[in-house]
């Protein structure tokens, strides 16, 4: 027997809502929070003002090392038995780190997040640090770098940030540090960042039903036996443009293909363009529909895929296009990709382009903040970019009022195809001379 019926046709969209937010001071430290009825999960996440930002120059990798530092036990139990402790009540730590942050984070039902949270706080505040463990933590993470760094990219990303934003500032280093940086930190250097950074309150984030959830007792376990106000947080880095464009020529002698890194320096997260450069990049180079990946994938063929969007930290951001080419195109899917980029900041964008933007940007973000983890990070954008309250709830909306005018504004303020470094990342001895021939800057080598 054959069963026919009618393939029912799409719903209603239903309005996007953000939580309500809830700002408590407890225990010497703040909870910000975000009431989700009727959830079963609920997220707490440490936020601490330990970002990669705060790692001394030469010092680089400090945060991710003592990240992975945090579960090899504490001072009351050893490894083993803070891992059944979390295993008992079904949660795991999970650690992130950005420019702006050190996080920490548990997922647990909401009738276990206190003894999550006490957990939590014991591996932050309290760790062990044994230097046997630290070491190998250490040696760990520098031979996983060195088999990052053996691909093609990780060279050329540290090329572009340390010219964009200079080699003697931390935020001109990898976010993580290089091979070399994190096997020379040692003890000592791992045990002094945390006593500087982590016993200072910090922000404890939560997500979950809050009428089945205590504020101040979830504080009390995230806050003890900590001290010490915030550290001063600095404004924007004013970074300068160059003042014309260059190509670096990192040498890859036998390679097959041409890593491409172009990139400037652009605003930080709270500028008030933040929205129409985010559209503007989407349009430009942050979707598979965008103007770069249309021209160097589908029409020339030059690459399986490019991109290029905004990034921003608290203090400071950046414009970047990456992609691999095969080498004998190298330099003319250069010239494609500056001359796109210059064509966008002349002309701006079509309503045409806007309109698949938006709605992407949009429905996009009403997608991801569902989840308790989801809204806990959403919490932390919140927190360290002094955002308010009601940030998330107008986002939605900011994403689509935005009209060809002011992302064609935004596009013509904050793009610079004159100010671009352009990193290749290939064989130098095959694409020196089609590069100097493309006019596109005055070619260097790098010395690494």
Do not use: C
């Amino acid at each position: 027997m054959t069963l026919i019926t009618t393939r029912p046709g799409p719903g209603n969209a239903r309005p996007y809502r953000f939580p309500t937010v809830v700002r408590r001071d407890v225990a010497g430290g703040r909870v910000v929070a975000a009431h989700l009825p009727g959830q079963t999960l609920a997220v707490a996440l440490l936020l601490l003002d330990a970002g990669a930002g705060r790692e001394p120059v030469g010092k680089e990798g400090l945060g991710a090392v003592l990240a992975k530092a945090l579960e090899e036990g504490t001072v009351q139990r050893d490894a083993t038995g803070f891992a059944l402790a979390l295993e008992g009540l079904g949660t795991e730590l999970a650690t992130g780190l950005d420019w702006d942050s050190f996080q920490v984070s548990v997922q647990v039902p909401v009738d276990r997040l206190v003894a999550a949270v006490r957990l939590l706080g014991e591996a932050v505040r309290t760790p062990r640090l044994d230097p046997d463990d630290v070491r190998r933590v250490r040696d760990d993470e520098a031979t996983g770098l060195r088999m990052d760094w053996a691909n093609p990219g990780p060279r050329a990303d540290a090329v572009l940030r340390a010219d964009l934003f200079g080699v003697t500032n931390r935020w001109g280093r990898p976010l993580y540090g290089d091979p070399d940086s994190v096997a020379g930190l040692d003890v000592e250097d791992v045990t002094v960042f945390h006593s500087e950074w982590f016993l200072r309150p910090g922000t404890l984030i939560v997500a979950g039903d809050l009428d089945r959830l205590n504020l101040d007792a979830l504080g009390a376990a995230a806050f003890a036996g900590t001290g010490g106000g915030p550290a001063e947080r600095g404004g924007p880095i004013e970074v300068p443009l160059p003042a014309g464009r260059r190509i670096i020529l990192v040498d890859r002698p036998g390679s097959v293909q041409s890593t491409l890194r172009l990139g400037h320096p652009s605003p930080h997260r709270a500028h008030p363009d933040h929205v129409p450069m985010t559209l503007a990049g989407t349009v430009l180079g942050g979707a598979f529909t965008s103007r770069l990946n249309h021209l160097i994938r589908e029409v020339r063929g030059y690459t399986y895929g490019i991109r290029g969007d905004f990034a921003s930290s608290r203090r400071f951001g950046r414009f970047a296009v990456s992609s691999g080419v095969q080498t004998a195109v190298t330099a003319p899917a250069l010239v494609e990709a500056v001359g796109e980029i210059t064509r966008t900041r002349a002309g701006g964008v079509t309503e045409d382009e806007l309109a698949v933007a938006r709605s992407w940007r949009a429905g996009q973000l009403s997608v991801e903040l569902q989840s308790p983890r989801a809204i806990a990070s959403a919490l932390t954008t919140l927190v360290v970019h002094d955002l308010p309250d009601d940030y998330h709830a107008r986002l939605r909306e900011e994403l689509l009022a935005a009209d060809v005018a002011q992302v064609s504004a935004a596009a013509a303020a904050h793009l610079h195809p004159d100010a671009l470094t352009l990193v290749v990342e290939g064989d130098a001895a095959v694409i020196r001379d089609d590069l100097v021939a493309s006019g596109l800057g005055e070619v260097t080598d790098h010395p690494g």
